[in-house]
């Protein structure tokens, strides 16, 4: 028995021996799981750091950013409304002026009728006595004298005076007035 006793307190001493260098390798282990993991944190807060500094960074940009698109907006939107303003303006000003020219171009146009009108009215008047018709040549050919007739019929036609030797209407007496 003493042996068995004694083999087992050896038994019993291997395992405790066996059990510490298990526990050492399992400490030095976990100490050096440890270490990493801190490492690793350590560079994670690092790098959140930056991320947050970034964010930040851009924040403040995207802050600024709004703030000048806002303000660009404001004056773009009095511009545009200032230059609505001056349109129609310019538009009624612009109306007013081709609303006078009608109207003057309407006086003017009357005016020119009545005298049209007028000098027609004196062309279509029978010749005074002192003008005469042109005397026909004894020698002209039957188709010249028909011609000559077709001449002072259209130019009776259209109220013109006495055709000249050559059978031309007179033109300076009768000229249509040019607006």
Known sequence: MALSLDARATELRDFSDMLRNRTDGLEEAYLKHRDRLQDVTETLRKEQEKIGAALDFHKAELETMTR?????????????????????????????????????????????????????????????????????????????????????????????KWPDARTRPIRRVCERPRI
């Open 68 to 160: 000048k698109a806002r303000d660009g907006a404001e004056i773009l939107e009095s511009t545009a409304k200032n230059s609505g303003e001056v349109f129609l303006d310019a538009v009624d000003k612009a109306l007013g002026q081709a609303k006078d020219l009608a109207n003057s171009l309407s006086e003017r146009s009357e005016e020119a009728a009545r005298a049209r009108s007028a000098r027609w009215t004196a062309c279509a008047t029978p010749p005074g006595p002192h003008v005469k018709p042109p005397r026909k040549r004894a020698r002209a050919s039957r188709n010249r004298l028909m011609t000559q007739k077709r001449r002072w019929s259209a130019s009776a036609k259209a109220g013109l």
